[in-house]
């Protein structure tokens, strides 16, 4: 079984290297790496070209960077027009210490026709799970959900967005991080939603395999390792006004309940906003 295996690199190419390390080590299925830079430094592309030629991966460069869905979609276009079943999504800062990582996620693929995605337990360095994560509430309520993270910080296992990681199961939303898909399913989606830059691909790609009958399943006894540093993603304001738009892009166009519940969720999500600008703004002062 041949598989592709899409990396999309941004200004991560040393990321990359130890990503495509542990992939080229992945027994019991052939893997065509292929790397899609998306608009990097002139630096950082040139090293991940020459990267994918030291490894024999597939280089593609983007012309222009519209963002997270639309880079993989480069990807995962060359991938079905190559025949692929499946294709796995990993990001750059993704670490498969379990040789057999790939070829189980393709068994549990090929178990029913009506699995669009597989997804594993992933972990943070410091072992905290983020799969399989919550549905998306479709109350208006939820939407003023972060006021208990503000105001009542709980020591819990786990957040309140992650569900049962200990048993394997059909679940409803997973990490973005790293997941395998059906490519026909991918192309009858039309493949991944570009009007988002960055954020809620997740919450959008559950609602795409709920609406298309489909499924995703969740298998506990696969792990990755997610090295994810926020502090390295650039200016935090920017990104967090990008999770706002795509959230509210979501809840539009995929959570739409009522005009009423609708601007009751664009409220609360652009309170959070508010709340975000004040407190950062307010530690900045007081560093002073």
């Not at 012309?63 to 190559?82: D, S, V, W």
């Not at 594993?120 to 549905?135: A, G, R, Y």
């Amino acid at each position: 079984m041949k598989v592709a295996v899409i990396v999309l690199n941004y200004n991560s190419s040393t990321d990359c290297r130890k990503c495509i390390s542990d992939l080229k080590r992945q027994e019991g299925v052939s893997l065509e790496i292929i790397i899609v830079d998306n608009c990097s430094r002139e630096d950082d592309a040139l090293a991940a070209k020459s990267l994918a030629a030291e490894q024999g991966c597939t280089f593609i460069a983007a012309k222009e960077n519209r963002g997270y869905n639309a880079g993989n979609n480069i990807g995962l276009r060359y991938a079905a027009g190559k025949g692929y079943e499946y294709a796995l999504i990993a990001n750059p800062d993704m670490e498969f210490p379990q040789k057999y990582y790939v070829r189980r996620m393709v068994m549990e693929m090929e178990k029913s026709l009506n699995v669009a995605v597989v997804a594993t337990d992933i972990t943070s360095p410091d072992l905290q799970h983020q799969n399989p994560m919550m549905p998306d509430p479709k109350n208006w309520t939820s939407s003023f959900n972060w006021m208990n993270a503000v105001f009542h910080r709980t020591s819990k296992e786990t957040p309140d967005f992650i569900g049962d990681f200990k048993t394997s199961h059909v679940c409803k939303k997973v990490s973005g991080c790293c997941l395998m898909v059906r490519i026909n399913f991918i192309e009858d989606i039309g493949f991944f939603n570009e009007n988002v830059f960055l954020y809620c691909e997740e919450a959008i790609l559950s609602k795409q395999v709920e609406q298309a009958g489909m499924y995703m399943y969740y298998v506990a006894d696969l792990q990755a390792v997610h090295r994810h540093i926020k502090s390295t993603k650039g200016n935090a304001r920017k990104r967090f006004r990008t999770w706002i738009s795509s959230r509210l892009y979501f809840e539009r166009h995929y959570n739409y309940q009522s005009r009423c519940s609708h601007i009751m969720k664009t409220i609360g999500w652009n309170s959070y906003l508010a709340v975000y600008y004040m407190t950062d703004y307010l530690r900045g002062f007081f560093r002073k």
